[in-house]
């Protein structure tokens, strides 16, 4: 069985800084192309950020481009999500995901997701 669990939403200020955590159980984590989606009350869920396998490439969506990093331990099975000068355009349920491409920002090529965790800026 597969499972993803993100960890280290919270409430922030608005400029805040937080890392969002991804503890996968995949056989073969390295394997796995990852990324991050997010989805605000009343709206699709959208794409954030993806990393290849081995780490080497990324792809952000526009709005986080900057702000945001993706990387990955795969020794320890995990993949962050980096947010730093937070909006509150940000706030919503960031969840993490695995894909057998190597990177993609298309959500249907991903075929385990966690549960989310909620990130909420003040403003």
């Known amino acids: 069985q597969v499972q993803l669990v993100e960890s280290g939403g919270g409430l922030v200020q608005a400029g805040a800084s937080l890392r969002l955590s991804c503890a996968a159980s995949?056989?073969?984590?390295?394997?796995?192309?990852m990324g991050w989606f997010r989805q605000a009350p009343g709206k699709e869920r959208e794409f954030v950020a993806a990393?290849?396998?081995?780490?080497?490439?990324?792809d952000y969506a526009d709005s986080v481009r900057g702000r945001f990093t993706i990387s990955r331990d795969n020794a320890k099975n995990t993949v962050y999500l980096q947010m730093n000068s937070l909006k509150p355009e940000d706030t919503a349920v960031y969840s993490c995901?695995?894909?057998?491409?190597?990177?993609?920002?298309?959500?249907?090529?991903?075929?385990?997701w966690g549960p989310g965790t909620q990130v909420t800026v003040s403003s």
């Open positions: 995901a695995a894909s057998t491409l190597e990177r993609t920002r298309w959500k249907n090529e991903y075929y385990y």
């Open positions: 995949l056989r073969t984590f390295s394997s796995y192309g």
């Open positions: 990393i290849s396998g081995g780490g080497g490439s990324t």
